[in-house]
């Protein structure tokens, strides 16, 4: 498996990690990279995360055999759009997007004849550092890669997708768009939403700057995903407000029995509720799905969790 030429649109983190990973395989020719900033283009070629900067998206994916859109999700259906009437008939188009039925709506409506081109995709990795300079080929090695096909999506379509995540190491998982949102809804965008509220409610407090004076392990490990994007996790939790929402109701629902066994000095029923979360994160594992299924099978839509 070999593909002649690489369309990038979008040269940051996610998409030049994908670019280098590719080239260090030997699974693609040619990578022609766009992005909105000048600065990241050259940034790109100098560090040969692609041969050639193009001036826009759509002048990115002509001659292209392999597209990856690796865009914010509020920018997706205007970059669909953009590049749609320049695809080849025969061209793969994925996505890195955190969100799936908003982007599959935008793919619907922007893309016309060339629809059957577009296979969703979300890789769950990441680096709390963005940009080109962090980008590094061997970010997807070893971590779940969600496909979620579309009734217009081929076999040998799907089998061409799975074969490259799997290519640059990626544990393959197949499930509905639907399914997705509600599993990254309830493991990596309500935590991100809770890890915000913690820090924002202890910097509302006159003595903010001495509590964290003192913070330790604990304040470290359970904000540390609060140093995330503003801009990305925004237009996530806009694009998955629905699900979000939903999983903000069960966690509400449990905040309340944890502290209706407070107020109560209710010390069996707070520990059998400490205990319950304690022994279900003991027993969990990053990709322990992976371990114990075949790669291509369908994720529940209560699915393992990603890393940011």
């Not at 955190?98 to 769950?124: E, N, Q, W, Y």
């Not at 496909?147 to 190491?169: D, S, Y």
């Not at 205990?275 to 114990?292: D, F, I, P, V």
């Amino acid at each position: 498996m070999k593909f002649k030429q690489l369309g990038l649109v979008g040269c940051g983190l996610m998409g030049a990690s994908f670019a280098l990973a590719l080239q260090d395989k030997h699974l693609v020719d040619k990578v022609v990279g766009f992005s909105p900033s000048q600065a990241t283009r050259d940034k790109a070629l100098q560090r040969g995360v692609i041969h050639q900067a193009a001036r826009s998206a759509a002048e990115a994916v002509q001659g292209a055999d392999l597209v990856l859109i690796a865009v914010p999700v509020s920018h997706t259906a205007a970059c669909l759009a953009d590049i749609a009437p320049h695809l080849s008939a025969d061209c793969l188009v994925m996505d890195v997007g955190s969100t799936k039925t908003d982007v599959v709506a935008a793919a619907r409506a922007a893309m016309g004849d060339k629809l059957a081109c577009f296979l969703p995709a979300h890789p769950i990795a990441g680096k709390a550092q963005a940009g080109v300079e962090h980008a590094d080929a061997s970010l997807y090695q070893d971590r779940a890669l969600i496909l979620t096909p579309l009734a217009h999506n081929t076999p040998a379509q799907i089998a061409t997708a799975t074969a490259l995540w799997q290519a640059i190491g990626s544990r393959v998982h197949s499930m509905t768009p639907e399914a997705h949102d509600q599993t990254f809804a309830a493991v990596s965008h309500v935590p991100h939403l809770l890890a915000f509220a913690q820090v924002n409610g202890l910097l509302q407090q006159p003595q903010a700057a001495d509590f964290l004076k003192l913070a330790g392990p604990g304040f470290r490990d359970f904000s540390r995903i609060a140093a995330g994007d503003p801009a990305i996790w925004r237009d996530i939790f806009l694009a998955n407000a629905q699900q979000v929402l939903t999983q903000t109701t069960h966690f509400r629902i449990a905040l309340e029995q944890l502290e209706a066994a407070i107020t109560q000095g209710d010390a069996a029923q707070l520990q059998a509720l400490i205990a319950q979360a304690s022994q279900a994160r003991s027993a969990w594992q990053l990709g322990e799905a992976a371990s114990r299924t075949d790669q291509n099978q369908r994720l529940p839509s209560a699915g393992e969790s990603q890393e940011d």
